[in-house]
């Protein structure tokens, strides 16, 4: 029982991570599955979602790191915290574009203490993310089916192409690396088991909402607006929604701050004013607004996070072969050992 609920809980995680703002808004899908099928989107996910939660969440015991290995984990470091600036900065503008629909101007009183009560989270530790997810993304999920699933009919007629199918792999590393630090986290603590199956289950979920949300915005028509999905909801429950996409908003906030508190803390000591700064660059770069920061920034921190997702794969293939080989050759040793060792082999 341990088992399944330690594996719900690093599910909670992994998906409170990737369905944020952009994902529950569905701008990041129109933007980056806009040139797919239904069949392709399917395909691409789940084997990319597949080895790259993998990737990340493979025994330590089988992923100790080379030397290579170590090299590459300080340059994507930098890059880590890089990567996550940006998707908080998108948060940030994802949260100020629901709460100015009904505040206005005075949606940044609600905006400041959200993305710090967020950061608080983050430097908080795992435990604090636990329960937020727990709690938070569960209800976001409901919502999400809820409110799309008259569109589980619809035609996917987006056109297949190659640049579509490139974002889609983009899009999928970008998540991955994004949470990574996040998702390394919260596993920690929890078995071999419970990460399989939450690596399953991520894959199985993500790629349904993907699906979902795609099919309510193209019966309806929403996919340019600014917020797809909120547009293609009836006017009696935007508010509802809102209130879930802001949930959504601030549960991959804390994943994304994740990172960037860790260093703060080893570097700065984390104090409020520093972590005060960082929010106000990250309301500054979010000037740039969600569809800029989502057409530009994310597929650079795609190819980063393909990069990553690849030299784990390569490092974990190359310490399984080094394995393999020494207990080869441990295993011939102990078979001469035990012959000379044998009462027939004494006497020759």
């Known amino acids: 029982m341990k088992t399944f609920f330690d594996a719900i809980k690093l599910t909670f995680v992994i998906l409170g991570g990737i369905i944020g703002g952009g994902f529950v808004s569905g701008k990041e899908l129109s933007v980056f599955f806009g040139g797919i099928s239904g069949t392709e ?15 990340i969440l493979l025994p330590e015991s089988e992923n100790a790191r080379t030397e290579k290995q170590k090299k590459y984990d300080d340059v994507f470091s930098i890059g880590l915290l890089f990567s996550a ?17 009904y505040l206005g101007a005075y949606s940044i009183f609600l905006l400041v203490p959200c993305m710090g009560m967020a950061a608080r989270l983050a430097v908080k530790g795992t435990a604090a993310a636990e329960k937020t997810n727990v709690i938070l993304t569960g209800a976001v999920v409901t919502a999400i089916v809820a409110f799309s699933f008259d569109g589980i009919s619809a035609p996917l007629n987006g056109k297949v192409t190659i640049i579509g199918g490139i974002n889609g792999l983009f899009y999928v590393f970008m998540n991955a690396f994004v949470n990574c630090f996040a998702i390394t986290r919260a596993k920690k603590g929890k078995n071999k088991k419970s990460a399989a199956i939450a690596v399953i289950l991520s894959t199985i979920i993500l790629v349904f909402l993907t699906i979902l949300v795609l099919k309510k915005i193209t019966k309806a028509e ?3 607006k600014e917020l797809p999905l909120l547009s293609s909801v009836n006017e009696k429950f935007k508010i509802a929604f809102s209130l879930i996409m802001l949930a959504a908003i601030f549960t991959s906030a804390v994943s994304a701050y994740s990172p960037i508190a860790d260093k703060a803390k080893e570097m700065y000591g984390g104090g409020f004013i520093v972590n005060a700064v960082i929010i106000a660059a990250a309301f500054l770069f979010a000037r740039a607004g969600m569809e800029r920061v989502i057409k530009y920034g994310y597929p650079v921190i795609g190819v980063i996070g393909g990069a990553f997702i690849m030299t784990k794969w390569i490092n974990f293939i190359r310490l399984r072969k080094n394995t393999n080989k020494r207990l080869t050759k441990f295993s011939r040793i102990d078979i001469l050992t035990m012959l000379k060792k044998a009462p027939c082999g004494k006497g020759r």
């Open 41 to 55: 989107t399917i395909i691409v996910l789940s084997v990319c979602y597949l080895t790259s939660f993998t990737a």
């Open 222 to 224: 929403t996919m340019d």
């Open 85 to 101: 600036f940006i998707s908080f900065s998108l948060m940030v503008s994802a949260y100020e574009n629901v709460l100015k629909e």
